[in-house]
Protein backbone atom coordinates (compact mmCIF):
# COMPACT_ATOMS: atom_id res chain seq x y z
CA UNK A 1 0.00 0.00 0.00
CA UNK A 2 0.94 3.97 -0.72
CA UNK A 3 0.31 6.70 1.33
CA UNK A 4 0.78 9.72 -1.07
CA UNK A 5 1.13 12.76 1.00
CA UNK A 6 1.06 15.98 -1.30
CA UNK A 7 2.46 16.26 -4.97
CA UNK A 8 6.23 14.59 -4.98
CA UNK A 9 5.90 12.82 -1.68
CA UNK A 10 5.17 9.05 -1.45
CA UNK A 11 5.65 7.11 1.81
CA UNK A 12 4.78 3.00 1.71
CA UNK A 13 3.16 2.01 4.65
CA UNK A 14 3.08 -1.79 4.91
CA UNK A 15 -0.17 -1.69 8.08
CA UNK A 16 -3.45 -1.65 7.86
CA UNK A 17 -5.15 2.30 8.10
CA UNK A 18 -6.97 1.75 11.48
CA UNK A 19 -9.67 4.48 10.92
CA UNK A 20 -11.52 2.27 8.61
CA UNK A 21 -12.20 0.00 11.35
CA UNK A 22 -13.84 2.65 13.02
CA UNK A 23 -16.19 4.22 10.78
CA UNK A 24 -17.46 1.05 9.03
CA UNK A 25 -20.05 -0.41 11.43
CA UNK A 26 -19.98 -4.08 9.82
CA UNK A 27 -16.47 -5.01 11.53
CA UNK A 28 -16.21 -8.16 9.46
CA UNK A 29 -16.43 -5.85 6.11
CA UNK A 30 -14.18 -3.44 7.63
CA UNK A 31 -11.03 -6.17 8.03
CA UNK A 32 -12.00 -7.46 4.69
CA UNK A 33 -11.47 -4.14 3.71
CA UNK A 34 -8.48 -3.21 5.64
CA UNK A 35 -7.01 -6.70 4.31
CA UNK A 36 -8.01 -5.59 0.39
CA UNK A 37 -5.88 -2.57 0.98
CA UNK A 38 -2.83 -4.42 1.10
CA UNK A 39 -3.01 -3.67 -2.51
CA UNK A 40 -4.56 -0.42 -2.35
CA UNK A 41 -3.08 3.06 -3.24
CA UNK A 42 -4.81 5.77 -0.64
CA UNK A 43 -3.95 9.29 -1.70
CA UNK A 44 -4.68 12.29 0.29
CA UNK A 45 -4.48 15.65 -1.30
CA UNK A 46 -2.32 18.36 0.28
CA UNK A 47 -3.72 20.25 3.11
CA UNK A 48 -6.05 17.64 3.57
CA UNK A 49 -7.87 16.68 6.90
CA UNK A 50 -8.68 13.53 6.35
CA UNK A 51 -6.04 11.01 8.44
CA UNK A 52 -6.46 13.65 11.61
CA UNK A 53 -10.12 13.91 11.00
CA UNK A 54 -10.90 9.53 10.65
CA UNK A 55 -14.61 10.23 9.28
CA UNK A 56 -15.56 11.43 12.82
CA UNK A 57 -14.57 14.98 14.65
CA UNK A 58 -16.16 16.30 10.80
CA UNK A 59 -13.11 19.00 10.64
CA UNK A 60 -14.12 19.67 7.08
CA UNK A 61 -17.21 20.96 8.76
CA UNK A 62 -19.80 18.78 6.88
CA UNK A 63 -22.79 17.71 8.34
CA UNK A 64 -21.34 14.40 7.06
CA UNK A 65 -18.19 12.92 6.22
CA UNK A 66 -18.52 12.06 2.10
CA UNK A 67 -15.43 9.49 2.33
CA UNK A 68 -17.67 7.53 4.35
CA UNK A 69 -20.73 7.56 2.04
CA UNK A 70 -18.38 7.09 -0.40
CA UNK A 71 -16.87 3.92 1.60
CA UNK A 72 -19.91 2.43 2.13
CA UNK A 73 -20.77 1.91 -1.36
CA UNK A 74 -17.81 0.30 -2.38
CA UNK A 75 -17.81 -2.08 0.28
CA UNK A 76 -21.31 -3.15 -1.09
CA UNK A 77 -19.97 -3.73 -4.70
CA UNK A 78 -16.50 -4.77 -4.05
CA UNK A 79 -17.70 -8.54 -3.29
CA UNK A 80 -19.47 -8.50 -6.29
CA UNK A 81 -16.08 -7.88 -8.76
CA UNK A 82 -14.02 -9.73 -6.75
CA UNK A 83 -12.44 -11.53 -9.98
CA UNK A 84 -11.12 -10.62 -13.17
CA UNK A 85 -14.03 -11.44 -15.23
CA UNK A 86 -17.21 -9.65 -15.06
CA UNK A 87 -21.38 -9.75 -16.42
CA UNK A 88 -23.52 -7.50 -16.10
CA UNK A 89 -25.77 -5.02 -17.94
CA UNK A 90 -24.30 -1.68 -19.06
CA UNK A 91 -26.97 0.77 -18.68
CA UNK A 92 -25.59 1.37 -21.45
CA UNK A 93 -22.35 3.65 -20.87
CA UNK A 94 -19.06 4.60 -21.86
CA UNK A 95 -16.25 6.72 -20.51
CA UNK A 96 -13.35 8.67 -21.99
CA UNK A 97 -11.21 9.89 -20.12
CA UNK A 98 -8.70 13.07 -19.84
CA UNK A 99 -5.28 12.44 -18.51
CA UNK A 100 -2.82 12.09 -21.04
CA UNK A 101 -4.95 13.84 -24.13
CA UNK A 102 -4.37 12.82 -27.06
CA UNK A 103 -3.82 9.43 -25.68
CA UNK A 104 -6.81 8.22 -23.16
CA UNK A 105 -8.15 5.56 -21.75
CA UNK A 106 -11.89 5.11 -23.01
CA UNK A 107 -14.05 2.20 -22.48
CA UNK A 108 -17.56 0.40 -21.29
CA UNK A 109 -19.56 1.30 -18.16
CA UNK A 110 -20.43 -2.07 -16.82
CA UNK A 111 -22.31 -2.89 -13.33
CA UNK A 112 -21.67 -6.71 -11.72
CA UNK A 113 -25.69 -6.79 -12.05
CA UNK A 114 -28.12 -7.92 -15.13
CA UNK A 115 -31.06 -6.28 -16.13
CA UNK A 116 -32.68 -2.96 -16.63
CA UNK A 117 -29.82 -0.58 -15.27
CA UNK A 118 -30.64 2.24 -17.35
CA UNK A 119 -30.83 4.21 -14.29
CA UNK A 120 -27.89 3.95 -13.51
CA UNK A 121 -26.52 6.08 -16.12
CA UNK A 122 -29.92 8.58 -16.92
CA UNK A 123 -29.12 12.01 -14.90
CA UNK A 124 -31.84 13.71 -15.92
CA UNK A 125 -33.85 10.99 -14.18
CA UNK A 126 -31.76 11.27 -10.75
CA UNK A 127 -33.51 14.78 -9.54
CA UNK A 128 -34.52 13.68 -5.65
CA UNK A 129 -32.66 11.31 -4.84
CA UNK A 130 -30.56 10.95 -2.18
CA UNK A 131 -27.09 11.62 -2.61
CA UNK A 132 -26.16 7.95 -1.12
CA UNK A 133 -28.30 6.72 -4.39
CA UNK A 134 -26.50 8.72 -7.04
CA UNK A 135 -23.12 7.45 -5.24
CA UNK A 136 -24.51 4.18 -5.23
CA UNK A 137 -25.34 4.64 -9.04
CA UNK A 138 -21.65 5.77 -9.86
CA UNK A 139 -19.81 3.02 -8.13
CA UNK A 140 -21.28 0.18 -9.30
CA UNK A 141 -20.39 1.19 -12.82
CA UNK A 142 -16.81 -0.56 -13.70
CA UNK A 143 -15.43 0.86 -16.21
CA UNK A 144 -12.79 -1.20 -18.49
CA UNK A 145 -10.34 1.00 -20.04
CA UNK A 146 -7.87 0.61 -22.70
CA UNK A 147 -5.44 3.27 -24.22
CA UNK A 148 -6.43 5.39 -27.81
CA UNK A 149 -5.73 8.15 -29.78
CA UNK A 150 -8.46 10.26 -30.25
CA UNK A 151 -7.75 11.37 -33.36
CA UNK A 152 -7.22 7.89 -34.27
CA UNK A 153 -9.89 5.60 -32.72
CA UNK A 154 -10.23 2.64 -35.38
CA UNK A 155 -6.86 1.86 -34.51
CA UNK A 156 -7.94 0.74 -30.98
CA UNK A 157 -9.96 -1.91 -33.17
CA UNK A 158 -12.47 -4.73 -31.75
CA UNK A 159 -12.55 -2.96 -28.23
CA UNK A 160 -13.01 0.53 -29.44
CA UNK A 161 -15.63 -0.91 -32.17
CA UNK A 162 -17.72 -2.42 -29.11
CA UNK A 163 -17.84 0.46 -27.27
CA UNK A 164 -19.10 2.46 -29.98
CA UNK A 165 -21.61 0.16 -30.55
CA UNK A 166 -22.71 -0.17 -26.73
CA UNK A 167 -22.79 3.98 -26.89
CA UNK A 168 -25.26 3.78 -29.71
CA UNK A 169 -28.04 1.41 -27.68
CA UNK A 170 -31.34 2.50 -26.71
CA UNK A 171 -31.53 -0.27 -23.61
CA UNK A 172 -28.68 -1.60 -21.22
CA UNK A 173 -26.73 -4.19 -23.01
CA UNK A 174 -25.70 -7.55 -22.04
CA UNK A 175 -22.02 -7.43 -21.50
CA UNK A 176 -18.57 -9.50 -20.70
CA UNK A 177 -15.95 -8.42 -19.91
CA UNK A 178 -12.16 -9.53 -19.12
CA UNK A 179 -9.67 -7.70 -17.33
CA UNK A 180 -6.21 -7.81 -17.06
CA UNK A 181 -6.65 -7.47 -12.68
CA UNK A 182 -8.87 -6.90 -10.39
CA UNK A 183 -11.79 -4.11 -10.93
CA UNK A 184 -11.47 -2.26 -7.43
CA UNK A 185 -7.98 -2.01 -6.04
CA UNK A 186 -7.70 1.43 -5.61
CA UNK A 187 -9.87 3.56 -2.85
CA UNK A 188 -9.10 7.05 -2.75
CA UNK A 189 -9.52 9.01 0.27
CA UNK A 190 -10.60 12.23 -0.72
CA UNK A 191 -13.84 14.28 -0.09
CA UNK A 192 -13.59 16.94 -2.85
CA UNK A 193 -13.78 14.26 -5.33
CA UNK A 194 -16.61 12.60 -7.53
CA UNK A 195 -17.80 9.80 -7.14
CA UNK A 196 -16.50 7.32 -9.94
CA UNK A 197 -16.59 3.65 -9.79
CA UNK A 198 -13.65 0.99 -10.10
CA UNK A 199 -11.51 0.38 -13.08
CA UNK A 200 -9.30 -1.94 -15.11
CA UNK A 201 -7.29 -2.73 -18.36
CA UNK A 202 -9.75 -4.40 -20.48
CA UNK A 203 -8.58 -7.35 -22.07
CA UNK A 204 -11.62 -8.41 -24.29
CA UNK A 205 -15.36 -7.93 -24.59
CA UNK A 206 -18.15 -9.83 -25.50
CA UNK A 207 -21.30 -8.08 -25.74
CA UNK A 208 -25.37 -9.36 -26.38
CA UNK A 209 -27.69 -8.29 -29.33
CA UNK A 210 -27.70 -4.30 -29.43
CA UNK A 211 -30.94 -2.26 -30.01
CA UNK A 212 -29.87 0.56 -31.57
CA UNK A 213 -31.51 3.97 -30.83
CA UNK A 214 -32.23 4.28 -34.33
CA UNK A 215 -32.30 8.30 -34.03
CA UNK A 216 -28.85 8.26 -32.92
CA UNK A 217 -27.75 5.70 -35.14
CA UNK A 218 -29.00 7.54 -38.20
CA UNK A 219 -26.80 10.70 -37.01
CA UNK A 220 -23.96 7.81 -36.65
CA UNK A 221 -24.12 6.08 -40.36
CA UNK A 222 -24.52 9.44 -41.86
CA UNK A 223 -20.55 10.34 -42.32
CA UNK A 224 -21.65 13.80 -44.71
CA UNK A 225 -23.38 15.71 -41.43
CA UNK A 226 -21.32 17.69 -39.12
CA UNK A 227 -21.30 16.86 -35.74
CA UNK A 228 -23.05 20.20 -34.26
CA UNK A 229 -25.62 19.68 -37.01
CA UNK A 230 -26.20 16.41 -35.15
CA UNK A 231 -26.38 16.97 -31.91
CA UNK A 232 -29.07 19.90 -32.56
CA UNK A 233 -31.11 17.19 -34.85
CA UNK A 234 -31.03 14.67 -31.83
CA UNK A 235 -32.40 17.56 -29.41
CA UNK A 236 -34.75 18.87 -31.42
CA UNK A 237 -35.96 15.03 -31.96
CA UNK A 238 -36.32 14.68 -28.08
CA UNK A 239 -33.44 12.78 -27.26
CA UNK A 240 -32.00 13.15 -23.85
CA UNK A 241 -28.75 15.29 -23.65
CA UNK A 242 -27.08 13.07 -21.81
CA UNK A 243 -27.53 10.03 -24.71
CA UNK A 244 -26.43 13.38 -26.80
CA UNK A 245 -23.79 13.37 -24.70
CA UNK A 246 -22.57 9.96 -24.64
CA UNK A 247 -22.40 9.55 -28.38
CA UNK A 248 -20.42 12.63 -28.76
CA UNK A 249 -18.21 11.75 -26.66
CA UNK A 250 -17.65 8.47 -28.17
CA UNK A 251 -16.77 10.17 -31.79
CA UNK A 252 -20.39 8.38 -33.26
CA UNK A 253 -20.98 12.14 -35.13
CA UNK A 254 -19.28 14.35 -37.44
CA UNK A 255 -17.84 14.22 -40.93
CA UNK A 256 -16.20 11.04 -41.35
CA UNK A 257 -12.69 11.83 -41.22
CA UNK A 258 -12.98 14.99 -38.62
CA UNK A 259 -14.18 12.06 -36.40
CA UNK A 260 -12.62 11.37 -32.71
CA UNK A 261 -13.03 10.80 -29.44
CA UNK A 262 -14.04 13.73 -26.95
CA UNK A 263 -13.40 13.29 -22.83
CA UNK A 264 -16.56 12.59 -20.90
CA UNK A 265 -16.09 15.89 -19.02
CA UNK A 266 -15.46 17.80 -22.06
CA UNK A 267 -18.07 16.25 -24.41
CA UNK A 268 -20.89 17.32 -21.48
CA UNK A 269 -20.25 20.96 -21.28
CA UNK A 270 -19.59 20.84 -25.51
CA UNK A 271 -23.52 19.52 -25.80
CA UNK A 272 -24.69 21.87 -23.33
CA UNK A 273 -22.77 25.26 -24.34
CA UNK A 274 -23.73 24.85 -28.44
CA UNK A 275 -27.14 23.74 -27.24
CA UNK A 276 -28.00 26.53 -25.44
CA UNK A 277 -26.27 28.56 -27.76
CA UNK A 278 -27.71 27.70 -31.34
CA UNK A 279 -31.13 28.43 -28.57
CA UNK A 280 -30.06 31.38 -27.91
CA UNK A 281 -29.58 32.63 -31.16
CA UNK A 282 -31.91 31.40 -33.23
CA UNK A 283 -34.78 31.52 -30.87
CA UNK A 284 -34.25 33.38 -28.00
CA UNK A 285 -33.08 36.20 -29.12
CA UNK A 286 -35.86 36.52 -32.02
CA UNK A 287 -38.45 36.15 -29.33
CA UNK A 288 -40.43 39.60 -27.49
CA UNK A 289 -39.66 40.36 -24.18
CA UNK A 290 -41.65 39.73 -20.99
CA UNK A 291 -43.07 42.00 -19.62
CA UNK A 292 -42.70 41.33 -15.69
CA UNK A 293 -39.73 40.11 -13.45
CA UNK A 294 -40.28 36.36 -12.74
CA UNK A 295 -38.31 34.11 -10.04
CA UNK A 296 -38.31 30.74 -9.97
CA UNK A 297 -36.97 28.29 -7.24
CA UNK A 298 -35.72 24.98 -6.73
CA UNK A 299 -33.37 22.90 -4.28
CA UNK A 300 -32.21 19.63 -3.74
CA UNK A 301 -29.22 18.65 -2.29
CA UNK A 302 -28.84 21.54 -0.34
CA UNK A 303 -28.26 23.91 -3.17
CA UNK A 304 -30.58 26.74 -3.44
CA UNK A 305 -31.52 27.92 -6.85
CA UNK A 306 -33.00 31.11 -8.12
CA UNK A 307 -33.74 32.15 -11.19
CA UNK A 308 -34.95 35.95 -11.79
CA UNK A 309 -35.67 36.60 -14.93
CA UNK A 310 -35.87 40.75 -16.09
CA UNK A 311 -37.90 42.13 -18.73
CA UNK A 312 -34.73 43.42 -20.83
CA UNK A 313 -33.26 42.29 -23.98
CA UNK A 314 -30.92 38.50 -23.65
CA UNK A 315 -28.00 38.54 -21.62
CA UNK A 316 -27.40 35.93 -18.92
CA UNK A 317 -25.52 35.28 -15.57
CA UNK A 318 -24.36 32.59 -13.11
CA UNK A 319 -23.36 33.35 -9.57
CA UNK A 320 -22.18 30.62 -7.14
CA UNK A 321 -22.02 31.04 -3.60
CA UNK A 322 -19.92 28.16 -2.01
CA UNK A 323 -20.06 27.87 1.73
CA UNK A 324 -17.40 27.11 3.73
CA UNK A 325 -16.72 23.22 3.58
CA UNK A 326 -18.40 22.42 0.38
CA UNK A 327 -16.24 20.73 -2.57
CA UNK A 328 -15.18 24.33 -4.40
CA UNK A 329 -14.51 25.70 -1.00
CA UNK A 330 -13.16 23.71 1.69
CA UNK A 331 -10.85 25.38 3.79
CA UNK A 332 -11.52 29.33 3.95
CA UNK A 333 -14.03 30.42 6.71
CA UNK A 334 -15.96 32.62 4.28
CA UNK A 335 -18.31 32.41 1.70
CA UNK A 336 -17.18 32.21 -1.43
CA UNK A 337 -18.95 33.63 -4.77
CA UNK A 338 -18.03 33.67 -8.17
CA UNK A 339 -19.95 33.98 -11.36
CA UNK A 340 -19.74 35.10 -15.13
CA UNK A 341 -21.91 36.45 -17.59
CA UNK A 342 -22.47 37.31 -21.03
CA UNK A 343 -24.21 40.26 -22.46
CA UNK A 344 -26.70 40.35 -26.01
CA UNK A 345 -23.61 38.97 -28.03
CA UNK A 346 -22.31 35.83 -25.98
CA UNK A 347 -19.25 35.04 -24.48
CA UNK A 348 -15.89 34.43 -26.00
CA UNK A 349 -13.75 33.19 -23.90
CA UNK A 350 -14.62 30.13 -21.93
CA UNK A 351 -16.67 30.77 -18.46
CA UNK A 352 -14.51 30.48 -14.91
CA UNK A 353 -16.87 28.35 -12.98
CA UNK A 354 -16.81 26.15 -16.23
CA UNK A 355 -19.19 23.35 -17.36
CA UNK A 356 -22.23 24.43 -14.42
CA UNK A 357 -22.43 27.93 -16.37
CA UNK A 358 -23.26 26.30 -19.68
CA UNK A 359 -25.64 23.68 -17.73
CA UNK A 360 -27.85 26.21 -16.52
CA UNK A 361 -27.77 28.46 -19.67
CA UNK A 362 -29.38 25.17 -21.59
CA UNK A 363 -32.35 25.03 -18.96
CA UNK A 364 -32.88 28.40 -19.61
CA UNK A 365 -32.60 28.84 -22.97
CA UNK A 366 -34.87 26.08 -23.84
CA UNK A 367 -37.23 26.71 -21.25
CA UNK A 368 -37.69 30.29 -23.47
CA UNK A 369 -37.32 28.95 -26.72
CA UNK A 370 -40.45 27.18 -25.76
CA UNK A 371 -42.33 30.30 -24.17
CA UNK A 372 -41.22 31.96 -26.96
CA UNK A 373 -39.98 35.07 -24.83
CA UNK A 374 -36.45 36.84 -24.45
CA UNK A 375 -35.24 37.86 -21.16
CA UNK A 376 -31.99 39.09 -18.95
CA UNK A 377 -31.81 36.29 -16.82
CA UNK A 378 -29.48 35.52 -13.31
CA UNK A 379 -29.31 32.40 -12.15
CA UNK A 380 -28.33 32.46 -8.29
CA UNK A 381 -26.95 28.91 -6.56
CA UNK A 382 -26.08 28.71 -2.61
CA UNK A 383 -24.36 25.59 -2.47
CA UNK A 384 -24.73 25.12 1.48
CA UNK A 385 -22.29 22.34 3.32
CA UNK A 386 -24.47 19.59 3.10
CA UNK A 387 -23.60 19.07 -0.45
CA UNK A 388 -21.08 17.08 0.31
CA UNK A 389 -18.97 16.06 -2.46
CA UNK A 390 -19.72 17.29 -5.65
CA UNK A 391 -21.69 14.89 -8.15
CA UNK A 392 -21.43 16.63 -11.31
CA UNK A 393 -22.65 19.59 -13.60
CA UNK A 394 -25.80 17.32 -14.46
CA UNK A 395 -27.24 18.70 -11.32
CA UNK A 396 -27.13 22.22 -12.30
CA UNK A 397 -29.36 21.65 -15.37
CA UNK A 398 -31.73 19.74 -13.72
CA UNK A 399 -31.90 21.61 -10.91
CA UNK A 400 -32.69 24.95 -12.97
CA UNK A 401 -35.07 23.13 -15.62
CA UNK A 402 -37.09 21.70 -11.88
CA UNK A 403 -37.30 25.15 -10.96
CA UNK A 404 -38.73 26.45 -14.48
CA UNK A 405 -41.34 23.81 -14.43
CA UNK A 406 -42.61 25.22 -11.11
CA UNK A 407 -45.11 27.82 -10.03
CA UNK A 408 -43.34 31.52 -10.79
CA UNK A 409 -43.63 34.42 -8.60
CA UNK A 410 -44.35 37.68 -10.52
CA UNK A 411 -43.33 41.63 -9.78
CA UNK A 412 -43.71 44.84 -11.30
CA UNK A 413 -40.11 45.93 -10.00
CA UNK A 414 -37.12 44.81 -9.98
CA UNK A 415 -36.89 45.71 -5.94
CA UNK A 416 -40.27 44.09 -5.39
CA UNK A 417 -38.16 40.84 -7.21
CA UNK A 418 -34.84 41.19 -4.94
CA UNK A 419 -37.51 41.51 -1.80
CA UNK A 420 -38.64 38.09 -2.24
CA UNK A 421 -35.02 36.76 -3.21
CA UNK A 422 -34.11 37.73 -0.01
CA UNK A 423 -36.37 36.35 1.53
CA UNK A 424 -35.28 32.89 -0.13
CA UNK A 425 -31.62 32.93 -0.10
CA UNK A 426 -29.11 33.12 3.71
CA UNK A 427 -26.69 35.44 2.13
CA UNK A 428 -27.42 39.28 2.14
CA UNK A 429 -28.88 40.77 -0.55
CA UNK A 430 -26.06 43.12 -0.97
CA UNK A 431 -23.37 40.56 -1.12
CA UNK A 432 -25.51 38.86 -4.61
CA UNK A 433 -25.71 42.27 -5.75
CA UNK A 434 -22.03 43.76 -5.32
CA UNK A 435 -20.73 39.87 -6.73
CA UNK A 436 -23.36 40.26 -9.99
CA UNK A 437 -22.46 42.44 -13.44
CA UNK A 438 -26.41 42.26 -14.73
CA UNK A 439 -27.82 42.82 -10.55
CA UNK A 440 -26.33 46.17 -10.21
CA UNK A 441 -26.80 46.87 -14.00
CA UNK A 442 -30.47 46.27 -13.44
CA UNK A 443 -30.44 48.38 -9.90
CA UNK A 444 -28.46 51.13 -11.73
CA UNK A 445 -30.35 51.61 -14.70
CA UNK A 446 -33.88 51.79 -12.53
CA UNK A 447 -31.84 54.76 -10.11
CA UNK A 448 -31.45 56.72 -13.81
CA UNK A 449 -34.85 56.17 -15.23
CA UNK A 450 -36.40 57.06 -11.99
CA UNK A 451 -33.97 60.12 -12.30
CA UNK A 452 -34.81 60.85 -15.81
CA UNK A 453 -38.23 60.72 -14.65
CA UNK A 454 -38.46 63.21 -12.05
CA UNK A 455 -36.19 65.75 -13.83
CA UNK A 456 -38.89 65.36 -16.59
CA UNK A 457 -42.06 66.26 -14.59
CA UNK A 458 -40.47 69.59 -12.67
Known amino acids: MQLHLGKGFVKKVKKRV????HIVSDARAALDLNYSLEETRIRVPTKSLCIACRGARMLCRKPRCPIVVKLYSYLKTKPLIDATELEGSSPPGVFVGRIGYPYVFAGPLIPPIRGDTSLFDMPEQWLDRKIDEIVDFRLKLVRGKFRVNVKKAEAAGKLMDQSRELALSAVPVDAEAKFGKKPGKNFIIDGELQPFGPSAQLKELTTGNIKFDHKIEKAYRDTDLKA???????????VPVSRIQRAFS????GIEKQRRLVPTRWSITAVDSNISRILRDKAVKRSPVINEYRVYESDYLDNRFVVLMMPSAWSYEAVEAWYPGTSWNPSSPNIAICGDWEGYEGRTTYAEIGGC??????AVTEFLSREKRQASVVVLREAHPGYILPVGVWQVRENVRSALRRDVKKFETIKESLDHISKRLDI????WVDSSRLLENELHQERLTKFLSRSHTR
Do not use: M
Open 18 to 21: PWIE
Open 228 to 238: LDAVLDLYKDN
Open 250 to 253: IGAF
Open 357 to 362: YYAARL
Open 428 to 431: KLNN
